[in-house]
């Protein structure tokens, strides 16, 4: 199983990015995929997860700013983050969910400054 981000960088504040994650090894269209940050000495954290009915869940955090997307076809999930702040500086991490098991990603860094 791999899941591939890709998409991250430096944004200004108020600035947006988009992050990709392509997934191989998995039967992509049932498992629920998701989105997770981490600074460095914090847990990480939810930020958005989609259903395999593509039905979305955000953080309150980024609520109104990031939007989730996935292509079954193309087995990729997407995170579209506008009106980036600097609290959103992180490394952040796409998801496999199924059946109890989660796969992680490498991560791909999101730095949020002027």
């Known amino acids: 199983v791999q899941l591939v981000e890709s998409g991250g960088g430096l944004v200004q504040p108020g600035g947006s990015l988009r992050l990709s994650c392509a997934a191989s090894?998995?039967?992509?269209?049932?498992?629920?995929m998701g989105w997770y940050r981490q600074t460095p000495g914090k847990q990480r954290e939810l930020v958005a997860t989609?259903?395999?009915?593509?039905?979305?869940n955000f953080a309150d955090s980024v609520k109104g700013r990031f939007t989730i997307s996935r292509d079954n076809a193309k087995k990729m999930v997407s995170l579209e983050m506008n009106s980036l702040k600097p609290e959103d500086t992180a490394e952040y991490y796409c998801?496999?969910?199924?059946?109890?098991?989660?796969?992680w990603g490498q991560g791909t860094q999101v730095t949020v400054s002027s």
């Open positions: 998801t496999a969910y199924w059946n109890g098991r989660t796969w």
């Open positions: 989609i259903t395999s009915g593509s039905r979305t």
């Open positions: 090894g998995i039967s992509f269209s049932i498992h629920t």
